[in-house]
């Protein structure tokens, strides 16, 4: 087949259904124009060699053998349109879904999920319904980045429907609206679905301090390595104390981890807890601030962590915002026996830390370690409070034991 003919067939498929169609499907057949030519190529010897195969069997009996061999590039060249391109189509698909609530405005909880076929540069838009459709998680934080393996995650007020959007760059999404964009134009994709019912994210939430926390229940990272997380080893007791363990279960670790449901701000920060002196190398307890949406700023993480990061005779705690990979952003420190209060203050610009020891925090106090940070100190976001109990891999001193903290009291001022 002659370069002109290649050239008058890409031509006739630019006007048929495919042409005709949105903006994003006119990008997608851009993208398929080289395989296109190099399949018209193909086809070509393809069509010689059916060609010969016609002279042969019709040899002798009148026949339009290129009638025939026009009508077989038509339906390969209309199976392509058809399917390929609706193949292509981006979906959205959810991993998490939120429970389903439409009285709260406070409460944070988790919407996670997976996108296949995004090009470069696009986004994703989320979308809470409580009445009007709202813009998830703040107003000033639209967009949720799509990662390298596909997968999006971010923090979301509960309502009783979410949306996701993949968008184009550029798209400026309104904070609410009453009816969900359709897709076309910069709206490349759209998925909606009701609030769970039932299921893990419907799990009773845990009571502590007058705060609802959320238990985790999947696995994590945190820690280098991959550690599972069971909701048995977060409870609190009779007296309203918070116990959180690690037990081990069929041969693995299990940890623990209680996230707070709201989002607090700037503020002082307490934690009363109980004896951490005696845990193991490997063993990390911490009380930090984490944020889906704060990528740009570290997740806005400010830590407070005990633990001797699996080397014996190192300190046993530190203060640190992140990065921790810069020296400046951690102080460490070591921690007495006995029960000790942990606190930080956050400010525009600033975060103090403390650890006192006793339960009580007055101008008395007797301070173990005190230390300011006015570098790397992220603004206020989505962020939420957590503590976490869990284990760290990378070391040659694992953990051997049960372990359990527990913590009296968390107490918020802003």
């Not at 951490?276 to 984490?290: D, G, K, W």
């Not at 420190?333 to 029960?339: D, E, K, L, M, R």
């Not at 230390?371 to 990378?394: C, D, I, K, Q, W």
């Amino acid at each position: 087949m002659s370069q002109k003919r290649q050239a008058e067939l890409v031509r006739d498929f630019q006007t048929t259904e495919c042409g005709r169609c949105d903006p994003a499907y006119r990008r997608r057949f851009d993208d398929l124009r080289a395989p296109a030519l190099n399949a018209i190529s193909v086809l070509s010897q393809v069509f010689r060699g059916i060609e010969a195969g016609l002279e042969f069997s019709f040899r002798g009996k009148p026949t339009n053998k290129k009638s025939i061999l026009m009508t077989f590039a038509f339906c390969i060249l209309s199976s392509g349109c058809g399917t390929r391109i609706e193949t292509a189509r981006p979906s959205i698909e959810f991993t998490r879904i939120p429970p389903a609530e439409s009285t709260r405005t406070d409460k944070l909880d988790v919407m996670q999920g997976r996108v296949n076929g995004a090009r470069p540069g696009q986004q994703i838009v989320l979308y809470t319904k409580t009445q009007a459709w709202w813009i998830q998680p703040l107003f000033n934080h639209a967009f949720t980045e799509i990662q390298p393996d596909s997968t999006w995650i971010n923090s979301t007020h509960v309502g009783s429907e979410y949306a996701v959007l993949l968008v184009e760059p550029g798209y400026r999404p309104k904070p609410m609206v009453y009816t969900l964009p359709v897709v076309g134009g910069e709206v490349v994709a759209i998925a909606t679905t009701e609030g769970a019912t039932s299921g893990p994210t419907t799990a009773a939430p845990l009571h502590f301090s007058g705060y609802e926390w959320r238990v985790r229940n999947a696995p994590s990272a945190r820690g280098d390595t991959v550690n599972d997380y069971d909701p048995s080893n977060a409870w609190t007791d009779t007296d309203g104390a918070l116990h959180l363990r690690i037990a081990k279960k069929s041969g693995r670790w299990t940890c623990a981890e209680v996230t707070l449901t709201r989002s607090l701000g700037y503020g002082s920060y307490s934690f009363v807890v109980r004896d951490t002196s005696h845990l193991e190398p490997a063993v990390v307890f911490a009380m930090f601030t984490f944020d889906y949406a704060g990528g740009d700023q570290n997740n806005r993480e400010m830590d407070i962590e005990i633990s001797r990061w699996g080397d014996a005779a190192s300190k046993n705690a530190q203060v640190e915002v992140q990065p921790f990979y810069v020296p400046a952003n951690v102080a460490r420190f070591t921690v007495p026996g006995g029960a000790l209060t942990h606190s930080f203050r956050w400010e525009s610009g600033r975060v103090s830390f403390r650890t006192d020891r006793g339960s009580v925090t007055t101008p008395r106090s007797e301070a173990v370690s005190e230390h300011v940070f006015t570098s790397g100190v992220p603004s206020a976001g989505a962020e939420s409070v957590r503590m976490a109990l869990y284990v760290y891999g990378n070391t040659d001193n694992p953990v051997q034991n049960d372990t359990e903290v527990v913590i009296e009291k968390f107490e918020y001022l802003p």
